[in-house]
C-alpha cells in the first residue's frame, strides 16, 4: 500500500526567500514521486517526477526535489520564491507499475509575501 | 484538442437526484483516470481505463458511482442518488498509456456541489 504526508497545509514565505514544501511517503514498492501544482481555477501541472534515477530532480520554474529512500521523504524546494509560485502543491506517489494511479497528499498551499 | 476538457465546469444539484459528468480526454491517450477533490484535502482516486481492458474500479466509494468510455474517447462519471457528502471538485486526466511512466494530464475539474 501506498500513503503520502504532506507537513504543514499552508506555507507562507517572503518574496525571495527559500521555498521548503515537505513530503514523506510509504510505499511496499520502488516508489516513482511526484510534484503537481494547482493554480486558482485550473487543474493539475506536473512539476517534476522521480523515477528510479537520478535523486535529485529538477522541474520547471525552477523547483526540484531530493529523493531520500533513508528518510521515505521527497521534499520540495525552490532558492528564490516569486510571486507567482502562490498555488497549491501536492506530492503523490505511485507504486502500481501497472495502472499509474495516484495517491495523493492532502496538498500545501503556499503564500508569497511581497 | 489542447488538452483535456470537461463538462459541465459546474453543476449544483438536489440531494437525491442523478448527475452525470463528462471528461474528454487528449486524443491519442489511452488511459483515462477519474480523480475526487474535496475541500481541503488531497485527490482520491476513483477509476482507471486502459484501452478495452477491463477498467480498474477499486476506487468507487459506492455503488451509486459508475463510469464508462467508449474505447478511447469520452468518458463519463455517473452519481446515482447524490449525497451531500458527494460534494467536491471531479478531475479527470489522461496518459499516452497506462503505468506510472507516463505523464497524466489533467482537466479543469467539475464542481459539484450537492444541496
Known amino acids: 500500500a501506498q500513503s503520502v504526508t504532506q507537513l504543514g497545509s499552508h506555507v507562507s514565505v517572503s518574496e525571495g526567500a527559500l521555498v521548503l514544501l515537505r513530503c514523506n511517503y510509504s510505499?511496499?514498492?520502488?516508489?516513482?514521486l511526484f510534484w503537481y501544482v494547482q493554480y486558482p481555477n485550473q487543474g493539475l501541472q506536473l512539476l517534476l517526477k522521480y523515477t528510479s534515477a537520478a535523486t535529485l530532480v529538477k522541474g520547471i520554474n525552477g523547483f526540484e526535489a531530493e529523493f531520500k529512500k533513508s528518510e521515505t521523504s521527497f521534499h520540495l524546494t525552490k532558492p528564490s520564491a516569486h510571486m507567482s509560485d502562490a498555488a497549491e502543491y501536492f506530492c503523490a506517489v505511485s507504486g502500481s507499475s501497472n495502472t499509474g494511479k495516484l495517491i495523493f497528499g492532502q496538498g500545501t498551499t503556499l503564500q508569497v509575501k511581497p | 484538442g489542447a488538452g483535456v476538457s470537461q463538462s459541465p465546469s459546474n453543476k449544483v444539484t438536489e440531494k437525491g437526484k442523478d448527475v452525470e459528468l463528462r471528461c474528454d480526454p487528449i486524443?491519442?491517450?489511452?488511459?483515462l483516470y477519474w480523480y475526487r477533490q474535496r475541500l481541503g484535502q488531497g485527490l482520491e482516486f476513483l477509476i482507471y481505463?486502459?484501452?478495452?481492458?477491463?477498467?480498474?474500479k477499486s476506487g468507487l466509494p459506492s455503488d451509486r458511482f459508475s463510469a464508462e468510455r467508449t474505447g478511447e474517447s469520452v468518458s463519463t462519471l455517473t452519481i446515482q442518488r447524490t449525497q451531500q457528502e458527494d460534494s467536491a471538485v471531479y478531475l479527470c486526466?489522461?496518459?499516452?498509456?497506462?503505468?506510472?511512466?507516463?505523464?497524466?494530464?489533467f482537466g479543469p475539474g467539475t464542481r459539484l456541489t450537492v444541496l
Open positions: 481505463f486502459q484501452g478495452n481492458s477491463a477498467p480498474d
Open positions: 510505499s511496499s514498492v520502488p516508489p516513482y
Open positions: 486524443s491519442g491517450h489511452t488511459a
Open positions: 486526466a489522461s496518459s499516452l498509456a497506462g503505468g506510472r511512466t507516463h505523464e497524466q494530464f
